[in-house]
């Protein structure tokens, strides 16, 4: 149980175009999502808070209207970049947190999207 | 702010050989704190969580401990494996759901 998809795996995009990165909560339902990003070597920094219904909460430093958000069922929530340009080439993990288990069962991550901007 | 950190960066050891992972956290008001593995290119696999009334959590080979008031946290791996070869990572959990992450310890285990 307790399986996170992200789609697609990876993506090459040209510099200007927009990219959707999907985050699907396979066996539960999750209210809360996270989306992180993480370059070579570095840890994972989160940039927002997903919430069902509501709006995100981004990060400092992070463009709300760069990475758009939605997340509007309780299992998926997306993750937009619009007009990417190269630095935004990166490692791009969701999170869920289960809604019934609560923050107490930790985490569940997704297997990453790797986002490669020319 | 949340600072987690592990040192060191990186560590190879033989096969066979019992190793302990650190990590420190400097605001002891968190609500749990898990390990992570992550292998080159991949997502994040959960080990083991620890709730912050717990002192310590096992699975297998894989134990970890948890002192709260200091600000640490082990990672102990029993009779490593090459197929133990990755990266670990800790995170705390504050009362706010976000989880605050080091920068990893890569582990090469040599055969």
């Known amino acids: 149980g307790a399986v996170v998809s992200q789609h697609p795996s990876w993506v090459i995009c040209k510099s200007g175009t927009s990219v959707k990165i999907e985050c699907r909560s396979l066996d539960f339902q999750a209210t809360t999502m996270f989306w992180y990003r993480q370059f070579p070597k570095q840890s994972l920094m989160l940039m927002a808070t997903?919430?069902?219904?509501?709006?995100?909460?981004?990060e400092q430093g992070v463009e709300k209207d760069k990475f758009l958000i939605n997340h509007a069922s309780l299992t998926l929530s997306t993750l937009t970049v619009t007009s990417a340009h190269p630095e935004d080439s990166s490692f791009y993990i969701c999170?869920?947190?289960?809604?019934?288990?609560?923050?107490?069962?930790?985490?569940?991550f997704g297997p990453g999207t790797r986002l490669t901007v020319l | 702010k949340q600072e987690v950190t592990q040192i060191p960066a990186a560590l190879s050891v033989p096969e066979g050989e019992n190793l302990v992972l650190n990590c420190s956290f400097t605001d002891s008001a968190i609500y749990n704190l898990q390990w992570f593995r992550q292998d080159p290119g991949k997502g994040l696999t959960s080990l083991l969580l620890?709730?912050?009334?717990?002192r310590e959590q096992t699975s297998g080979r894989l134990n970890a401990s948890l002192d709260k008031s200091s600000g640490r946290s082990t990672l102990y791996i029993a009779a490593s494996q090459p197929g133990d070869s990755a990266t670990y990572l800790c995170a705390v959990n504050e009362a706010n759901s976000k989880l605050t992450f080091g920068k990893g310890i890569t582990l090469s285990v040599r055969p």
């Open positions: 999170s869920a947190r289960d809604t019934i288990a609560g923050g107490g069962s930790g985490q569940f």
């Open positions: 997903s919430n069902e219904g509501s709006k995100a909460t981004y």
């Open positions: 620890i709730q912050s009334s717990q």
